[in-house]
């Protein structure tokens, strides 16, 4: 079976950026409905299991370019009470499609925070190692769903 839309597709890869590694693993998705990035989804249209290929996938098709006004200055008691805010910490505010967005608290200057709300991997050139190493027809249950689920049904 080739991948196509709707099919659940497992893959072992290994992501590097300039060289380095990033992320490695294993990994089942259900095509064609977003469940990764959009130049990934596109270089495994139409392969197969047993298929192996590197892909370069640009900004665009993959985190975006970096957004200079997603770096802001928010004051300190927008955050939890109960955390000690450092750089580096990573928390979820509300974005404006009211889907959680992800912040990556900069710096913390007394009750200022500087926060980061591009993704870590935005502006980057994404290198992927691929293997595809399965491929079936989803479940009505992942279809409906929009995603894989385990041998057990979802758990959600």
Do not use: C, W
């Not at 196509?4 to 060289?19: E, K, M, P, W």
């Not at 197969?48 to 590197?54: F, I, K, P, R, Y």
């Not at 665009?60 to 370019?65: L, N, Q, S, T, V």
């Not at 928010?74 to 499609?97: I, R």
């Amino acid at each position: 079976m080739k991948v196509t839309q709707d099919a659940v597709v497992s893959i072992r890869y290994t992501l590097t950026v300039d060289g380095q590694v990033l992320d490695q693993g294993d990994l089942d998705y259900l095509h064609g409905h977003g469940n990764i990035i959009q130049g990934l989804e596109e270089a495994l249209e139409g392969k197969q299991a047993g298929d192996s290929m590197n892909v370069v996938i640009p900004p665009e098709k993959a985190y975006g370019d970096r957004n200079e006004e997603g770096v802001m200055v928010v004051p300190l008691q927008a955050f939890p009470q109960d955390s000690e805010v450092q750089p580096g910490m990573q928390f979820y505010a509300e974005g404006q499609d009211g889907r959680p967005l992800p912040i990556t608290v900069l710096e913390v200057n007394g009750d200022e925070v500087t926060v980061d709300s591009n993704h870590p991997l935005a502006g980057e050139t994404l290198n992927f190692a691929v293997e595809v190493t399965g491929v079936r027809p989803a479940s009505q249950e992942e279809l409906d769903h929009g995603h894989v689920h385990g041998p057990g049904g979802h758990n959600h």
